[in-house]
């Protein structure tokens, strides 16, 4: 009686399983929200979303760190022994040439030297290049002890040969027209510089503006080229900021937003199975079961 009584209660037909002993339906795992706007809780009995930490080096992904180019000691002094040596030549070649020209050259007296094109013509110029700011020569003075700061102070940084020449060319010739400034008539800060080498009917210059145009020339190729101040190149830079953000900017660690639809279901399916006998009888079809125990019996 007691096999009966089993066989008939395993073998009761399917539409007589309650809805809730079916096998529980899977279901695709629900697209993850946002997380929780800021000052707004969570919901309750799950943690608040982290916020999403930025990748290693506190940049934003796709954004390649900068990095400063290293110049080694040995590689700064010698740029510095050029910079240095350019400074003192183009002064001392200035000077001198300006002490052959005033001792040489009658003002107002034009030599030609290359029929009209190039000339010896000794003046004084009170103002700047093309006789510019003629009264104001004390202004000159101040721009001209500012440029020798500022090339002073950047020349720590050098770790380019073309920067070395470039500043000491520009340095050389503002200290050369400096030192007209200050011990030539009429007066410390007032003097006027002398400008000896005729231009066609243009301007007459020296040496010393040879060397800041020829300077300034040099900055602009240095710049067209992306080449910084320290060697390093604009070019490399952009290539760095183009690449994997992965290869550049570490990987990016993110915390997945907490889906509870999703969380609750997996705490169903991690509830049944701690309880006694759950995994047994989830895998056990009553169809079958009942048609194996008629057949033992």
Not at 146 to 165: C, F, K, L, N, P
Not at 238 to 257: I, K, Q, W
Request: proline content about 9%.
């Amino acid at each position: 009686m007691s096999r009966v009584g089993h066989s008939s209660a395993m073998s009761t037909t399917p539409d007589s399983v309650p809805a809730h002993a079916a096998e529980p339906e899977l279901r695709d795992p629900a697209p993850h929200s946002d997380p929780a706007p800021h000052g707004h809780p969570a919901p309750h009995g799950h943690p608040a979303p982290q916020s999403h930490p930025a990748p290693l080096g506190g940049l934003p992904a796709g954004t390649a760190p900068s990095v400063a180019r290293t110049v080694s000691p040995a590689r700064r002094r010698r740029l510095l022994t050029v910079l240095t040596a350019l400074t003192l030549g183009v002064l001392a070649v200035d000077q001198v040439t300006k002490a052959w020209a005033v001792s040489a050259l009658e003002p107002g007296r034009r030599t030609a030297v290359v029929g009209d094109l190039l000339g010896l013509s000794l003046i004084y110029n009170p103002g700047a290049a093309l006789s510019i700011a003629t009264g104001m020569t004390w202004v000159l003075t101040v721009i001209a002890v500012v440029v020798v700061a500022v090339v002073v102070r950047a020349s720590r940084r050098i770790g380019s040969r073309g920067w070395a020449v470039a500043l000491g060319l520009l340095l050389g010739g503002a200290i050369g027209n400096l030192v007209d400034r200050f011990f030539r008539e009429p007066g410390p800060a007032r003097g006027h510089v002398v400008d000896f080498i005729a231009y066609g009917q243009l301007f007459v210059g020296n040496v010393a503006d040879i060397a800041i145009v020829g300077a300034a020339g040099l900055i602009v190729v240095l710049a067209a080229r992306g080449i910084g101040l320290d060697g390093s190149r604009e070019a490399d830079s952009r290539r760095d900021a183009s690449a994997d953000p992965d290869d550049t900017a570490g990987p990016v660690l993110r915390d997945e937003p907490h889906d509870p639809a999703h969380a609750g279901a997996g705490d169903d399916v991690a509830g049944s199975a701690s309880q006694p006998g759950a995994r047994d009888e989830a895998a056990h079809d009553p169809t079958h079961g009942g048609a194996r125990d008629d057949a033992r019996g």
